[in-house]
């Protein structure tokens, strides 16, 4: 059987959006499909894996629906389905922006002009243009576009926070990219309620990017958010720019911490997995409830209990 994976975004409203969510669960698994996806009454977003048949059925019936005409899929074809569970979560934002303000960030009203990757690619190198990297830390040290700008930001949350590290880029074409381009709509509406005037976004993020123009400077991996990890990007000038956490050599393999109150994202070198058993440091690799490491670093996420003040 052949599999894909599809990785998408919507901004529409969506009226009663709690029972769309419940609804639309059931609609995922009569499909057998596996997957994340977030809705809210902003919209829906979603990475969702199954049969080549399922994953067109569900293409179809998204697009059937005229609050999700528009919507871009991603399409990856896999060996086997990239989740183990069907998680459809209804929240406050599909992005969590933490503005909740319409007026200041509503990528249906006013967001940052589509470049298409060839637009992009062509545009890139320019004098005044700033290519801005919008995601987190760990996404960008493993892979990011020659000469981004990139922020220290372990959520997009932190985003609002840094906008007056850009002021000094006001005069000058910004262009924001992320993995699939839905954080960008938001970043790039928020620079211009912040009275930056050329904003643009990379349409469709660095995995469109990559499909259709080739990946030319991007450098290193892609980050995604399933058990694959990472993706590879660049066919035309292909690089690895991130280093092993514990020794410090090339690697582009990307964990999550085996220790699950840490469950920190990194990259780790296959000598010092097996050596540290998938964590990040000694403390982590002693900690009683250690995951098994298998050598992939992804772990099926289960509830926890709370740590407080040190203690389990």
């Known amino acids: 059987m052949k599999y894909q994976t599809l990785l998408y975004y919507c901004y529409s409203t969506i009226e009663n959006a709690q029972n769309f969510t419940a609804e639309h669960l059931e609609f995922c698994k009569s499909l057998n499909l596996v997957g994340r996806i977030i809705i809210a009454e902003e919209g829906i977003n979603g990475t969702v894996s199954g049969s080549n048949k399922s994953c067109q059925t569900y293409m179809n019936t998204i697009l059937s629906d005229p609050r999700f005409s528009k919507t871009d899929f991603k399409i990856d074809d896999v060996e086997k389905p990239s989740f183990i569970k069907m998680h459809c979560r209804y929240k406050s934002e599909i992005v969590y922006s933490g503005l909740r303000n319409p007026n200041v960030i509503n990528p249906q009203q006013k967001t940052g002009t589509y470049l298409e990757p060839e637009e992009f690619l062509k545009m890139k190198d320019g004098e005044d243009v700033v290519i801005l990297d919008v995601r987190s830390n760990y996404e960008h040290l493993l892979g990011r576009f020659k000469n981004a700008v990139t922020l220290d930001m372990e959520n997009f949350r932190e985003f609002p926070e840094k906008l007056d ?57 892609c980050y995604v958010f399933d058990n694959r990890l990472t993706v590879d ?11 092993c956490r514990n ?27 097996v050596e540290l058993e998938g964590t990040c440091s000694l403390d982590c690799q002693s900690h009683p409830r250690k995951r098994i490491y298998d050598g992939s670093g992804y772990y099926v996420k289960v509830p926890q209990p709370v740590e407080v003040k040190g203690k389990l």
């Open 247 to 273: 020794c410090g050599s090339v690697t582009s393999k990307m964990i999550n911490c085996a220790n699950p109150v840490c469950n920190e994202h990194f990259t780790q070198c296959d000598e010092c997995g």
């Open 165 to 221: 590290e850009l002021a000094r880029y006001k005069d000058k074409k910004i262009v924001t990219y992320c993995t699939g381009g839905i954080k960008c709509e938001k970043a790039s509406a928020l620079l211009l309620h912040e009275g930056f005037k050329n904003v643009y976004q990379l349409h469709g993020g660095i995995v469109k990017y990559g499909k259709e123009a080739g990946g030319k400077d991007f450098e290193g991996k």
């Open 233 to 243: 990007v660049n066919s035309v000038n292909p690089a690895i720019i991130s280093f």
